[in-house]
């Protein structure tokens, strides 16, 4: 396994809870103390539930019932209640816990199954593959050295290392512009915004979230678009971090700000996840924008699906090609859910026609006054239906 977030901690728990040996390999010294995600919808829950995880995730996170979509500079708000969906799950919400939350969690317990290694500081840098296994090259602060497998999984990342070096394309394209994400402890609620709300404008729209930090106040994240000229270091002076904020939200004193960040942010899917014996999941196999939080999401149900199927063949109840059935479930769900549903909520928000955009939150406003009307949207939103079509496919 090349990779210790998220996604591959996950498949290498759950293959080693079946007692598959595995053994995962991390280029960074400790786990990556990473900030941008932290929304987890409700069959995400579901799926890390057996293991433990979502028990532990409730200890500190933050459930969110309800979400809005708002015009910025105009009346409408839009507000679904998740509440609708307990008929179909036992987490009708979303839990916000930042992602460097989960993969502590998630290590804690890989430490405590007798069929898992793990490495730091161990870089996978190339493999070859020969009858019945993979060599894998690695790196170790400039120490070369490898391993023998039997399956090799690429869960290192946007950059993948393992991607690069199979004979595949990464279609997609890189959003022109570039993503200011601001933290501060200052409580929106207090205006109204719920703990996940979306902002519509067609100059600067903004995505608003809260986390719980270390605890209350919890801190609140806004996601903004800048130009795509702009140097990084005049997006984060602090006088323009506050003139944004100042604009989103005028006050009287300064906003304590305890976190600020420039992200790129691309709409990317590998043309295949499977090179005879290496596969891809997470951000290697696929990118998409945050606005929905389908991202992470989206890699540990990738992680639980392969390590089911990939469990499967390893104890010869399944032919190797169900790790193809793998790759055609997961990147239907991937391109017909994850990045059709984020490359129309980020067109959704940015919309300049006024006329467009005011037709499109009138639609919105009917959806929600209805409650089957709602509760189908929230299906496709909570990623439950598309999730559903992509387990059908064969």
Known sequence: MAGAGPTGLMCALALAKQGIPVVVCEAESSLTHDLRAGSFHPPTLEMMAPYGITARMHETGLKVQRWQIRERHGPRVVEFDLGLLAAETP???????????????QLELLRHEAAAQIHFGQRVTGYEQHAGGVRVALDS???????????????????????????????????????????????????????????????????LFKLPDAGPPGLWRIAFPCDPGAPEDELLDPANVQRRLHAFLPRGEPYEVRYQGIYRVHQRVASDWRHGRVLLAGDAAHLNNPLG???????????????????????????????????????????EQVQAMSIRNKRLLEERDPEVQRRHMGELVAV?????RARQHLLETSMVAGLRRANAVT
Do not use: C
């Open 91 to 105: 987490y009708p919400y979303r839990l916000h816990l930042e992602q460097h939350r989960l993969t502590p969690i």
């Open 141 to 207: 602060g400039g120490i070369p050295g490898a391993v023998e497998a039997s399956w090799l999984i690429g869960a290192d990342g946007g950059r993948s290392t393992v991607r690069k070096l199979m004979p595949i394309e990464f279609e997609g394209f890189t959003w022109p512009e570039q993503f200011l994400v601001v933290s501060t402890p200052y409580d929106f609620a207090r205006h109204g915004f719920t703990m996940n709300a979306y902002i519509a404008d067609p100059a600067e729209w903004a995505a």
């Open 293 to 335: 939080g389908f991202g992470l999401n989206s890699g540990l149900h990738d992680a639980v699906n392969l390590a089911a199927k990939l469990g499967s063949v390893w104890r010869g109840e399944a032919p190797e090609a169900q790790l193809d059935l793998y790759v055609r479930q997961r990147r239907a769900a991937t391109i």
């Open 368 to 372: 929600a006054a209805d409650p089957e």
